[in-house]
């Protein structure tokens, strides 16, 4: 059984920095797509940013394009958001998730496995 452990939130003031881990419990997790996924009090879970298995292949939301970058170690089977100049909008509890769509996908029906979650909070 796939298992995602997230950590790495936290609460910070607007304009700092946070990064977001997920450790991947998955023999060929180099084989799957795999991204992160938000969701705020009252609204539906969206996608941030998307990942193909190589690493090499990389999509954003809009709202976060510029500011947040998607990272993978296949070797430490370990997914990574690194997220700079956050905005009190990016309150949420964020999520990883895993795909066997090894080109990665946007389409949350597409991920079979996430992992527990991890609050961040942006104060302003």
């Known amino acids: 059984q796939v298992q995602l452990v997230e950590s790495g939130g936290g609460e910070v003031q607007a304009g700092n920095s946070l990064r977001l881990s997920c450790k991947a419990s998955?023999?060929?997790?180099?084989?799957?797509?795999a991204g992160w996924f938000r969701q705020a009090p009252g609204k539906a879970r969206e996608v941030v940013a998307v990942?193909?298995?190589?690493?090499?292949?990389?999509g954003y939301a809009d709202s976060v394009k510029g500011r947040f970058t998607i990272s993978r170690d296949n070797a430490a089977n370990t997914l990574y958001l690194q997220m700079d100049s956050l905005k009190p909008e990016d309150t949420a509890v964020y999520y990883c998730?895993?795909?066997?769509?090894?080109?990665?996908?946007?389409?949350?029906?597409?991920?079979?496995?996430w992992g527990q979650g991890t609050q961040v909070t942006v104060s302003s």
């Open positions: 998730g895993a795909t066997r769509v090894s080109k990665g996908s946007r389409d949350l029906d597409d991920f079979g496995a």
């Open positions: 998955l023999r060929l997790f180099s084989s799957y797509g």
């Open positions: 990942i193909d298995f190589s690493g090499r292949n990389r």
